[in-house]
């Protein structure tokens, strides 16, 4: 079913999509105020991206808390990143609203965790996903 369902929309456009989505994700964080684990921006992923909090925050309690909340579950910081970081896919059947609604429940679940951020950064993303296609 998977195989039928990337031929039915062709690589190039899967491909494409997954861009979007991650250049969306990565909006948000930034107008957020937030580090993307990811310095080099010619490096970051389309399938996830890794989100750094502050010194003094833990990224698993952030975590914790938006999939208690929101039962919305991201990734957690490997090795020497655990607890500094948490990641949020954007691979797979996904589409803008999925995407947008997932930043929705990032964006409140750090403001409720005290994580210091600037909202906007699900405007920031729906922006970016109604400005391109």
Not at 25 to 52: F, K, N, P
Not at 60 to 80: F, Q, T, W
Request: net charge negative.
């Amino acid at each position: 079913e998977a195989l039928a369902m990337l031929r039915e929309e062709g690589l190039e456009r899967v491909w494409r999509r997954h861009a979007r989505h991650g250049a969306a994700t990565r909006a948000a964080v930034e107008a957020w105020g937030l580090e993307i684990q990811c310095a080099v921006a010619a490096e970051r992923s389309d399938v996830v991206t890794g989100v750094r909090v502050p010194e003094g925050h833990d990224a698993d309690a952030v975590r914790a808390l938006i999939l208690k909340r929101y039962d919305l579950a991201l990734g957690s910081g490997l090795g020497k990143v655990k607890g500094k970081l948490f990641r949020i896919g954007h691979l797979g059947d996904l589409n803008d609203l999925m995407v947008a609604a997932t930043l929705a429940g990032v964006e409140s679940g750090l403001a409720l965790a005290g994580v210091p951020i600037r909202r906007g950064g699900v405007q920031a993303a729906m922006e970016m996903l109604e400005a391109e296609e």
